[in-house]
């Protein structure tokens, strides 16, 4: 089991860098989703003796949500603004990628410091879930378009997810649920407030919010 | 010096040229032609070295010897690289480095004929070539050092055979990111297609073939075999990383990697059939793409 563990951590660490290299938002979007659908098997694989019920629901209930939903609101979300095609990062695409690898040594480093309980299943999983948090932070600070703050807040979610479900297993269901609800009602409040930004201003770049103020 | 790597040091200098028959049949397959056949690659070899060689006016004793010291150089390499579980023929503590230096060597001296002609347009393959090295180089390194650290040994010809199949759990995900960067570098340094086309010669978008255009004859055919022993090298490297069958009778373990090989020259085949070279300002990338998946590698081990 652990080795698969290992595997769909490792895939997640693979779509992060993507994320950050890719200049489409349609790309960035599929590897957010990716993440989404491999998020889904972690329940199962990390489920404490044999496969539950509970498991598989909330295995299908983040795959729904995370891999297919959240995917299609941004997608149609994205449709509708009918922007230009590009990320516009502040920061290259290069230099993403390496501050996402910078990330990851720091969060192994940090791990590594820190006495974590629990963690049997796999050694890599703290690293990766805080790796996710610094990728998602790096995402909403160093991108201009509005949708990819959307998709950094999912990846600062998705890591979360990783740290409740292989580190403490023993999260109670209801509660999983509910974080998933709210991150589902965020998401849909963020779209429809794209959306708006977009058609109020012609454009979704944060980077002009600020001329606002009074 | 064991019989073995003697054995396996012929095989590879004989059959390197066959994996680009088999490259190029794949992508006959692709394309639905019958392509040229199998032993293309020889045909052509003997062709050119019963060629006389022309050489410029202008051109320097650099332009004769840029063939000469590649092939050496990738020969040597050759020597070094174990293949297929059992020891190389030359081995010590800390080669892979020299591997590394092997091929900038090579590479340098490619380089070197390639602007002693005073082209233009040689110069601009040459100098994307370096870029396009540069970056791949410490993919490479730092690969080969997380081999290194998880095999607790700084040889190739131990380092390699200490990798199986039933490798210790932590190792899997070290192996697979090692083995994703250096399929890009084998695709790189080989000038492959998401990098660069080796049967196109449109000029704008060409970097190895530019800087062999005006060499001919047994010269050229110097690069021709090099370039194919260069593929069996490091594929014979990715193939040692990726897919170490080790069953622990030599003959079997050489035979295996043997297939091994087969099945990566079908896999060249089939991503230069498939998919599109990259735009020349995507390249770097996909190379920093590859120098962080070793990266990741490395510091997954350090923990």
Known sequence: MNAYIDIILLALIVSNLLLLGFSQIRS????????GVALGALPLLAAAGGVSVWAA????????LKGVIFPRLLLHAYREADVRHEVEPYIGFTASTLAGFAALAVSAWLCSRLSLFGGDLSSLAAPVSFFMVFVGLFV???????????????????????????????????????????????????????????REFDHMNVDQLDRLKG | MPPLSFINFVLALLVAPLLLGVINKTKAFFAGRTGQPLLQAYFDLWKLLHKGAVYSR???????????????????AAAIVPFGGSRAMIAFPCDLILLAYLFGVMRFFTVLAALDTGSSFEGMGA??????????????????AAVARLTGSYSLSDMLPALSMSAPANSGPVVVLVAGALLVVFLVENARIPVDDPNTHLELTMIHEVMVLDHGGPDFAFILYGAALKLWVLGSLLAGVAVPVRTGNAALDCAAALGVMLCLAVLVGVVESSMARLRLLRVPRLLVGAVVLSGLAFVLLLR
Request: with cysteine; glycine share 8%.
């Open chain 1, 57 to 64: 629901l909330l295995g299908a209930f983040t795959i729904g």
């Open chain 2, 127 to 144: 100098s994307r070539e370096v870029q396009f090295s540069a970056l791949a180089e410490p993919a490479l390194l730092l690969g080969l």
């Open chain 1, 28 to 35: 960035c979007i599929n590897a957010v989703a990716f993440q």
């Open chain 1, 140 to 198: 909403i600070v160093s991108r201009k378009k509005a949708i990819s703050q959307i998709l950094g807040y999912l990846v600062m979610d998705n890591g979360m997810y990783v740290f409740g479900v292989v580190m403490l297993r023993e999260m109670p269901l209801l509660v999983d649920l509910a974080v998933l609800m709210d991150a589902f009602a965020a998401v849909f409040v963020m779209g429809v407030a794209v959306y708006h930004i977009n």
């Open chain 2, 58 to 76: 202008t051109a320097t004793w650099v332009f004769r010897a840029g063939p000469v010291v590649g092939l050496a150089c990738v020969v040597l």
